[in-house]
């Protein structure tokens, strides 16, 4: 029972908690990006450069037996622009927490001394010597 226990511990920790909803909401964010890459950004390059769709881009390799073997590099390209725009999207995300976190970390100044405190702390520094 110990074991269970502390699998409970570990689990209902907010750490754990946490990262499961991040991969939760990221894995959702991805395919944002994935529709937004594939619909909107892709077909538009498509179109100018010559109407080619680039999901469908492929290399045969006749074998002479059966169905060819397709290299399709044209997935490739689409995944190495989903990339491209995920990591330029998570950069600007991230750069904006920066600023946030930049700004609610200021150094704040200390609080002016009322001159009761100032007399109390001479009286307090003179009983002292």
Do not use: C, H, W
């Not at 037996?65 to 689409?78: E, R, S, T």
């Not at 998570?90 to 150094?107: C, I």
């Amino acid at each position: 029972m110990k074991l269970i226990e502390e699998f409970k511990a570990f689990a209902m920790r907010g750490n754990v908690i946490d990262l499961a909803l991040a991969v939760i909401i990221g894995t959702a964010f991805g395919k944002i990006v994935s529709s937004l890459v594939e619909d909107i950004i892709m077909p538009p390059i498509g179109f100018l450069i010559g109407g080619v769709n680039f999901s469908d881009l492929a290399f045969s390799l006749q074998t002479g037996i059966g169905a060819p073997v397709l290299i399709k590099y044209g997935v490739f390209i689409q995944a190495l622009f989903d990339f491209l725009i995920i990591a330029f999207v998570l950069f600007m995300a991230l750069r904006v927490l920066n600023k946030l976190q930049k700004t609610k970390e200021a150094p704040v100044e200390a609080p002016k001394k009322s001159d009761e405190l100032v007399v109390l702390e001479q009286i307090r520094d003179s009983l002292k010597k």
